[in-house]
């Protein structure tokens, strides 16, 4: 089985690790953790170097449990939604477990939601987390 959690640095995305955690050891189960961002430029390298430590330190919770944990950062292009669904697409992806944010209902509207979108995207069962 394959576990795939959407990875942002949020407290609600660290407790999508720990749960993911919690499945993987009980279904033998290996994680992909992704990390997603729609840009990537020369500009951007402080964020890009922030969220590979984030990375890093998420694929140690899974090591230091002997859990095989493989991450990624993705800079498609594509938002973090669509990034997730069509990562679990590719990577035939059994279960993706991500954290919800409270968002106002003006947020949600102006910005979308991540977890919403692969909730009603993802080919596979989705785990929400908050």
């Known amino acids: 089985m394959k576990i795939l959690v959407g990875y942002d640095g949020s407290n609600s995305a660290k407790e999508a690790l720990s ?3 919690t499945y993987a050891k009980v279904l033998e189960a290996s994680v ?27 694929q140690s919770l899974f090591e230091d449990h002997g859990i095989p944990c493989k991450t990624h950062l993705l800079i498609r292009g594509l938002n973090p939604g669509e990034d997730l669904v069509e990562f ?30 692969v909730i009603l995207n993802a080919s596979c069962p989705v785990v929400s987390v908050k």
């Open 88 to 117: 679990a697409r590719e990577n035939d992806i059994d279960q993706i477990v991500v954290g919800v944010k409270r968002r106002s209902k003006i947020e949600k509207l102006l910005m979308g939601s991540t977890a919403q979108f």
């Open 19 to 21: 749960l993911a955690r």
């Open 32 to 58: 992909d953790v992704v990390t997603s961002m729609q840009k990537g430029t020369e500009n951007d390298r402080e964020e890009i170097e922030q969220a590979e430590r984030g990375l890093a330190w998420a």
